[in-house]
């Protein structure tokens, strides 16, 4: 299998506050690959996935190498990262509303991320393939508004569609079902699902949740306090945890489960 993406000996050091905030993160990711990472709250997941496009604060140290396609990201020039950024690589982040320029109205915003893959046409079709795929309706209406205009959860949606209209090479999806009701959350996981098992598109899915990643990933990483703690196939991980961190998330998950069935009978 073709490593798309290599992360290794990954430290961030935070300078102002003098702390690490990650420690020698190695993570292999390969092509068609879905990476779980899981972890308590403050971890580092968020700033592990920003780091993969340089998006983390510049008063933060980081060293280690992030190898995409053979460019080191940490060495890359901003010019390079704009080439990849959303290009062949996009991400779905944990809070869309700050994600969106507010003076753009959602069509354009779309429509200038996709102008460089696919003609006007296409773009606008696409945009509105995966607007009403992601659980959107009245599309026209949702293009034509700013930001400020549609509710939190319509926002997430938009940015998801946008991360699967850029038909980019990996998708990194930082918590992205996290703000939408169950139903939603459920069509857009099992978009992930197929997009992954029909079309082999590589992505990185982080969540707090161990029953939607053990659900999507192949591999899974569970993170705690900056660093990665156990990181092996999801089979191995459920079955067989090693780690005292990794033990305690699946009993945690185990009783929540029983308790659920229990209240069912
Ligand atoms: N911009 C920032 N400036 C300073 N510290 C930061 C910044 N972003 C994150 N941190 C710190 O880095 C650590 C890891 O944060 P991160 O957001 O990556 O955690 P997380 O695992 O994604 O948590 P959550 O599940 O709550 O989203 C935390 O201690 C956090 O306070």
Known sequence: MNTILEISNL???NKKEEKNLLE????????GEMLGIIGESGSGKSILCKSILDLNPNYFKITGNIFFDELDILKASPKQIQQICGKKISMIMQDSVNAFNPIEKIKTQFIESLIDKKDLKNAKNDSCFWLEKVGLTDIEKVLNSYPFELSGGMLQRVMIALAFAQDSKIIIADEP???LDMINQKEILNIFKNLQEKEKKTVIFVSHDLGIISHLANNIAVMKKGKIVEYNDTKSILLNPQNEYSKYLIEAHKKLFNRFNECLK
């Open 11 to 13: 430290c961030i050091y």
């Open 24 to 31: 020698n993160i190695n993570l292999k990711i390969t092509q």
């Open 177 to 179: 079902t996290s703000s």
